[in-house]
């Protein structure tokens, strides 16, 4: 099983085998019983609110046609799994328009999310205060000391086969990772639901057959890590350590579930993200235009 060091905070994220879970026995995230959807297709016209709010993001990288296309592509699946009414989304002279109910103008912006997910091992740690028993080796503690959190997005992703540093998404901690040892292209499935335990909103995460062998192989290379304290375990989104629990055994199934302070709509963000898989580049989003009045 993953626990947190010292439970972190309310804010934190935790990561649970599916296993432990009630309602995953049957292959089920639990995702059509919890979700409490929102109803699809255009809101009947006249009602508060059902005037349209639109969002144009611009690729930071040149893209070809075909890569806009499949851009276009994963942004439209990511509003069918946001669950945006009558949403639609265009492509113009290098641009991607999104187009919703007015009600939702506030979800449009996370539409943009790169949503680039990586497994990676941690390596060092320090509270972000710069105070704390911690002492990684000093070359790896004079760069987490020059990090500053939160960090800017990165300008071009950050090379899988080598080391990263990163901010905890809370802000508390600073990490120094290893190499990424599981992609979040071995995800096969995300969805949003409201964890039975908590009754808080998680993301179930599905791995590929693939991916839940490397998983599998991950967790138990740093179980056996536990007397040197090793055993902690980055999950990291956009750059960003959603979180970095501590692996206590082999986690085999293929399906975790990373839970903890989430409200509806940054659930469904997220798990939009990492189900459609990342986008080829990071987008740069306008404002939102909202409905007037």
């Known amino acids: 099983m993953l626990t947190t060091r010292s439970l972190m905070s309310a804010a934190a994220v935790t990561v ?137 997005p990165a300008k071009a992703p950050p090379e899988p086969s080598g080391p990263l540093l990163a901010c905890a998404q809370d802000g508390q901690e600073k990490f120094a990772l290893g190499p990424v040892a599981v992609r979040g292209s071995e995800v096969r499935d995300a969805s949003a639901s409201i964890s039975p335990d908590s009754g808080g909103w998680q993301i179930n995460v599905t791995f590929s057959a693939k991916g839940a062998k490397r998983f599998g192989d991950l967790t138990q290379k740093l179980a056996a890590e536990q007397p040197t304290g090793g055993n902690r375990l980055a999950i990291v989104l956009d750059g960003v350590v959603m979180s970095a629990p501590s692996v206590m055994s082999r986690i085999p199934g293929g399906k975790v579930q990373i839970s903890g302070g989430f409200t509806r709509d940054k659930a469904e963000e997220l798990a939009a993200a990492i189900g459609s898989g990342s986008l080829p580049t990071r987008l740069e989003g306008s404002e939102v235009t909202r409905p007037k009045g």
């Open 16 to 152: 649970l085998a599916a296993a432990v879970l009630t309602g995953c026995s049957d292959g089920s995230d639990g995702s059509d019983k919890n979700s409490s959807r929102r109803s699809g297709g255009p809101a009947p016209d006249g009602l508060p609110g059902t005037d349209s709010a639109s969002i144009t993001f611009t690729p930071v990288d040149a893209l070809s046609a075909d890569q806009l296309k499949r851009t276009a592509d994963r942004m439209r699946r990511r509003t069918e799994l946001m669950h945006l009414s009558g949403a639609g989304v265009s492509v113009e002279d290098g641009h991607i328009t999104v187009t919703a109910r007015g009600d939702e103008a506030d979800r449009l912006s996370g539409l943009g999310r790169e949503g680039a997910l990586d497994f990676r091992p941690v390596t060092a740690v320090v509270p972000a205060s710069g105070s704390g028993a911690s002492s990684p080796p000093a070359e790896v503690r004079r760069q987490l000391d020059a990090l500053t959190c939160p960090a800017a």
